[in-house]
């Protein structure tokens, strides 16, 4: 005898109603300070020209409308109409509807490319929900689970945990907003949908505000707050941000508050495969390439030079390989500081190809024809093997892109504004003062 589930009553009509009391203000303000995470995920998906991508729980579409400026064909589900009536402003030809998150309204294998930006897990049935979504989606297409990222040390977790003293007590067994916060909560829930998880990664997305007012409108149009605000008053909601806020706040009068968000990314396990948690031949040679050339990043030593704070003993790992703060002086020549070599496409290496990677690795050779600095170790790397190198690329591209740009290059005759790394003879650095002397006058 076969057991049936029950499934749990759906939740549009009241979060229909909560998301959209505030919607422009949400689209306005809101919406946008996670841009960042939007152009990461959809980056990592490679969702592009021909992709088929949906946003299940898509707001006012900003997501939506970065995965059609790069040429997918978007469609987006929500519960609140008038975040759905921004939507079809943003993206006329896009195809929004309303409606459930456990009932999508698509054919099975309709989408490459289905993402849940904190939405999965706020459904009513949020197992449902993640199933339907495996269910739109292409036997080789993506699924991606975008939650909070850890509540420790996060300073927007603060912001966030402001409003439960004013919320109404939630029913028996509610998820809070961090509850697949964990890596092994997160894999979890996606293998429980029948999902192989593929890689995790954080990404680390500032609330930036220009000041209090603007901070607030966006803070208080958010479906959470207007229940906060159903249950007790519109200004104790915004007394209780604005009191949050206050520690962030600027010299100049904006704020910025550090958030940090985790994506999933996960792949359909096979019918027969489910057992093994196998991918198919071709992912799994994907999968041994970028962990080779993880392994041979490591070995090589590539985080020393090119990952922020390593020289001081305190590598900023949310930005592996993001560009370093130390410059290396070479006599004659100048300062150079250490690349950003993260896929990101205005500081990092989002424009080059793998191909250009192994060049540069292997011969010194820019794709703009300038040769490397002398720094870069490229002629010991000359020896990789063309397996070897090609894996270096393929990790490099599949890091989470950093937006650093690094000072420099620094010529012989130019001032340097970046702690410097060099070689001194020891009469020159017998006159160099001590830590906490003054510069010799």
């Given at each position: 005898m076969?057991?049936?589930v029950?499934?749990?009553?759906?939740?549009?009509?009241?979060?229909?109603?909560?998301?959209s009391?505030?919607?422009?203000?949400?689209?306005?303000i809101?919406?946008?300070?996670?841009r960042?995470?939007?152009?990461t995920v959809?980056e990592?998906?490679?969702?592009g020209?021909?992709?088929?991508?949906?946003?299940?729980?898509?707001?006012?579409?900003l997501?939506a409308q970065i995965a059609?400026?790069?040429?997918?064909?978007?469609?987006g589900?929500?519960?609140?109409?008038?975040?759905l009536?921004?939507?079809?402003?943003?993206?006329p030809?896009?195809?929004?509807q309303?409606?459930?998150?456990?009932?999508l309204?698509?054919?099975?294998?309709?989408?490459?490319?289905?993402?849940?930006?904190?939405s999965?897990q706020f459904?009513?049935?949020?197992?449902?929900?993640l199933?339907?979504a495996?269910?739109?989606?292409k036997?080789?297409?993506?699924?991606?689970?975008?939650?909070?990222?850890e509540?420790?040390?996060?300073?927007?977790?603060?912001?966030?945990?402001?409003?439960?003293?004013?919320?109404?007590?939630?029913?028996?067994?509610?998820?809070?907003p961090f509850?697949?916060s964990?890596?092994?909560?997160?894999?979890?829930?996606?293998a429980?949908?029948?999902?192989?998880?593929?890689?995790?990664?954080d990404?680390?997305?500032?609330?930036?505000?220009?000041?209090?007012?603007t901070?607030?409108?966006?803070?208080?149009?958010s479906?959470v707050?207007?229940?906060?605000?159903?249950?007790?008053?519109r200004?104790?909601?915004?007394?209780a941000h604005?009191?949050?806020?206050?520690?962030?706040r600027q010299?100049?009068?904006?704020?910025?508050?550090?958030?940090?968000?985790?994506c999933l990314?996960?792949k359909?396990m096979?019918?027969?495969?489910?057992?093994?948690?196998?991918l198919?031949?071709?992912?799994?040679?994907?999968?041994?390439?970028?962990?080779?050339?993880?392994?041979?990043?490591t070995?090589?030593?590539c985080?020393?030079?090119h990952t922020p704070?390593?020289?001081f003993?305190k590598?900023?790992?949310?930005?592996?390989?993001?560009?370093?703060?130390?410059?290396?002086?070479i006599?004659?020549?100048?300062?150079f500081?250490g690349?950003?070599?993260?896929?990101?496409?205005?500081?990092?290496?989002?424009?080059w190809?793998?191909?250009?990677?192994v060049?540069?690795l292997?011969?010194?050779?820019?794709?703009?024809g300038r040769?490397?600095?002398p720094?870069?170790p490229w002629?010991?790397?000359?020896?990789l093997?063309?397996?070897d190198a090609?894996?270096?690329?393929?990790y490099l591209?599949?890091?989470?892109?950093?937006?650093?740009?690094?000072a420099?290059?620094?010529g012989?005759?130019?001032?340097?504004t970046?702690?410097?790394?060099s070689?001194?003879?020891?009469d020159?650095?017998n006159?160099?003062?001590?830590?906490?002397?003054?510069?010799a006058?």
């Amino acid at each position: 005898m076969t057991a049936v589930v029950q499934p749990k009553a759906t939740t549009s009509d009241v979060n229909g109603k909560l998301w959209s009391a505030g919607a422009r203000d949400w689209a306005d303000i809101q919406e946008g300070v996670v841009r960042k995470l939007y152009e990461t995920v959809l980056e990592r998906m490679r969702v592009g020209r021909g992709t088929r991508y949906l946003d299940a729980g898509c707001g006012s579409g900003l997501a939506a409308q970065i995965a059609a400026s790069r040429g997918a064909a978007v469609s987006g589900i929500d519960a609140a109409e008038a975040l759905l009536a921004i939507a079809r402003e943003r993206v006329p030809q896009g195809d929004f509807q309303r409606g459930d998150l456990e009932a999508l309204p698509y054919p099975e294998r309709a989408f490459d490319a289905v993402t849940g930006f904190n939405s999965f897990q706020f459904a009513g049935n949020q197992a449902v929900a993640l199933g339907e979504a495996r269910r739109v989606t292409k036997p080789d297409g993506t699924v991606a689970i975008v939650t909070w990222g850890e509540p420790e040390g996060m300073e927007a977790a603060s912001v966030v945990g402001a409003l439960r003293p004013l919320m109404p007590p939630p029913p028996p067994g509610a998820p809070g907003p961090f509850a697949l916060s964990q890596q092994a909560a997160l894999r979890r829930f996606a293998a429980d949908a029948k999902l192989k998880p593929v890689e995790i990664f954080d990404v680390d997305t500032p609330f930036f505000y220009p000041d209090q007012a603007t901070a607030l409108r966006g803070l208080n149009s958010s479906g959470v707050a207007t229940r906060a605000i159903e249950h007790s008053s519109r200004t104790v909601v915004t007394e209780a941000h604005a009191k949050a806020i206050a520690p962030f706040r600027q010299a100049d009068g904006s704020y910025r508050i550090q958030a940090t968000f985790r994506c999933l990314l996960a792949k359909l396990m096979l019918a027969g495969l489910l057992l093994a948690g196998a991918l198919t031949p071709t992912a799994h040679a994907a999968d041994r390439q970028v962990a080779r050339g993880k392994y041979l990043v490591t070995l090589g030593g590539c985080n020393d030079c090119h990952t922020p704070g390593s020289f001081f003993g305190k590598p900023d790992m949310k930005r592996t390989l993001g560009g370093s703060d130390v410059g290396f002086a070479i006599p004659g020549m100048g300062v150079f500081v250490g690349a950003n070599l993260t896929p990101d496409k205005e500081t990092g290496l989002g424009t080059w190809t793998k191909q250009q990677i192994v060049t540069a690795l292997t011969t010194g050779k820019r794709p703009d024809g300038r040769m490397l600095a002398p720094v870069m170790p490229w002629e010991e790397f000359a020896h990789l093997t063309r397996a070897d190198a090609l894996a270096i690329a393929a990790y490099l591209k599949s890091l989470p892109p950093v937006q650093h740009k690094v000072a420099g290059p620094f010529g012989p005759n130019e001032k340097v504004t970046v702690f410097v790394m060099s070689v001194q003879p020891a009469d020159v650095y017998n006159t160099l003062p001590q830590p906490g002397e003054p510069p010799a006058k």
